[in-house]
């Protein structure tokens, strides 16, 4: 149970195109979904939680209109790379909290995105 | 100040070599500490969650500790295979979101 997925796993695109990645829950319903970036050797960097039917939360530096969430259902949130740049490359990974729950949140297996 | 700090950052063993990865955190009012597992070009794979002094979770050659500075993850007669980077992360409060350590990576060779 508790499964996560993501679609792309890796994606490459020209500077200037726009890339949205999905995430999805697949076992249980999650009102609130996270996301991250990861840059090599580095940690995970909240990037902004989406929460099921409202607008998201950004953290401080996220540039929201460069980065737009959707969370349109209780297993879907999608984000949205608006006008990449080759600074926007990096490993992006969502996760979710069971329904009810903002305890433990489960990954999926991240997005490797690529600006030429 | 790093809320939360896992040491060593890199740990070789080699394998049956038992040994433990430490976290320390400085946050008031714990939600929780998670462990998780984390493979190259992957995300992370939740292993545990603690939430308060004293408690411990095992899983296979895992086991995880907590008081209230620091928690450690001790590996039991590890192998190959367990070889990967391990995450810490804190909750505080009635805040919902993560703080994660850099986390620390093991290499178990055969």
């Known amino acids: 149970g508790a499964v996560v997925s993501q679609h792309p796993s890796r994606v490459i695109c020209k500077s200037g195109t726009s890339v949205k990645i999905e995430c999805r829950s697949l076992?249980?319903?999650?009102?609130?979904m996270f996301w991250y970036r990861q840059f090599p050797k580095q940690s995970l960097m909240l990037m902004a939680t989406s929460n099921e039917g409202s607008k998201a939360t950004y953290e401080q530096g996220v540039e929201k209109d460069k980065f737009l969430i959707n969370h349109a259902s209780l297993t879907l949130s999608t984000l949205t790379v608006t006008s990449a740049h080759p600074e926007d490359s990096s490993f992006y990974i969502c996760?979710?909290?069971?329904?009810?729950?903002?305890?433990?949140?489960?990954f999926g297996p991240g997005t490797r995105l690529t600006v030429l | 100040e790093d809320q939360v700090t896992q040491s060593p950052e890199a740990l070789r063993l080699q394998e049956g070599e038992s040994s433990s990865l430490n976290c320390s955190y400085t946050v008031s009012g714990l939600r929780g500490l998670f462990w998780y597992r984390q493979d190259p070009g992957k995300g992370p794979e939740f292993l545990f969650t603690?939430?308060?002094a004293g408690e411990e979770k095992e899983k296979e050659r895992l086991k995880a500790t907590l008081t209230k500075k620091e928690s450690f993850l001790h590996i039991t007669a590890p192998k190959p295979e367990d070889s990967a980077t391990y995450l810490c992360a804190v909750g505080e409060g009635s805040n919902y979101k993560l703080t994660f350590g850099k986390g620390t990576l093991l290499t178990v060779n055969p």
């Open positions: 996760s979710a909290s069971p329904r009810g729950t903002l305890d433990t949140q489960y």
């Open positions: 603690l939430y308060s």
């Open positions: 076992d249980f319903q999650a009102t609130t």
